[in-house]
């Protein structure tokens, strides 16, 4: 079993519509949660980092942490075209190694 | 500008040929890292310097060497490649204190034949 698991998708939502992207992961020292987004022929870049529970907003993206279930979700409202990438999960004990998920591949449709 | 630099972005080569892909921060950043992408496998951490002269394994560091002689700079070296190295590679940098926020270069697609 794999320390994170995430669906690789692909998902496919219309424009505007509500997406909602999750990981669960199973050693409960992580402390640390991360969202990155890759888009086609890029490096990933952050766009989510959270401590411990609870929720975080920026924007049109929200990251929510889930400890006791050992579960994260990132929702992202009003989706738009330009949203369309691959998004990965990673998680840290709070040093600077990262375990990432394998990503979710997601198209907005216009 | 703020960045992660890698080089080449391109790479293909044979068997036992030895290259070095190189990577550079501007940032000023304590940690570096590699990392290889690979389908349905996700993102794999093969090595990590967390300053100068100090480097450790990450998950997959097997066929890999590399070296941090100055800050700015973590060349990735594979000294005799091999077909089941070829791969999406990308390097990345953080603050020591900001374990979570690292920067990622634009990556390197290597081929080896």
């Known amino acids: 079993q794999k320390e994170v698991e995430q669906d690789p998708g692909p998902l496919s939502v219309p424009e505007g519509a509500i997406v909602s992207l999750n990981c669960t992961y199973s050693?409960?020292?992580?402390?640390?949660f991360m969202w990155y987004r890759q888009y086609s022929r890029k490096g990933p870049e952050l766009l989510m980092y959270?401590?411990?529970?609870g929720n975080k907003e920026d924007g049109r993206f929200t990251a929510q942490v889930d400890k006791s279930s050992k579960y994260i979700s990132l929702f992202i409202r009003d989706s738009q075209p330009s949203d369309s990438a691959t998004y990965l999960c990673?998680?840290?004990?709070?040093?600077?190694?990262?375990?990432f998920g394998t990503g979710t591949r997601l198209t907005i449709i216009p | 500008e703020a960045q992660v630099t890698q080089n080449p972005r391109y790479l293909i080569t044979v068997t036992g040929k030895k290259l070095t892909v190189t990577c550079s921060q501007n940032?000023?950043?304590?940690?570096m890292s590699w990392y290889r992408q690979d389908p349905g496998l996700g993102l794999r951490q093969i090595y990590y310097?967390?300053?100068?002269?100090?480097?450790d394994k990450g998950d997959v560091p097997e066929g890999y060497k590399v070296s941090r002689k100055e800050k700015r700079n973590f060349p990735l070296i594979l000294e005799s490649p091999s077909p089941n190295q070829t791969s999406l590679y990308f390097c990345a940098s953080s603050l020591r204190d900001k374990p979570g926020e690292q920067f990622f270069g634009p990556g390197t697609r290597l081929t080896v034949l």
């Open positions: 959270t401590y411990s529970s």
């Open positions: 990673a998680m840290s004990y709070g040093n600077e190694k990262l375990t």
């Open positions: 940032m000023n950043h304590e940690y």
């Open positions: 050693n409960s020292a992580f402390q640390y």
């Open positions: 310097s967390m300053n100068v002269e100090v480097t």
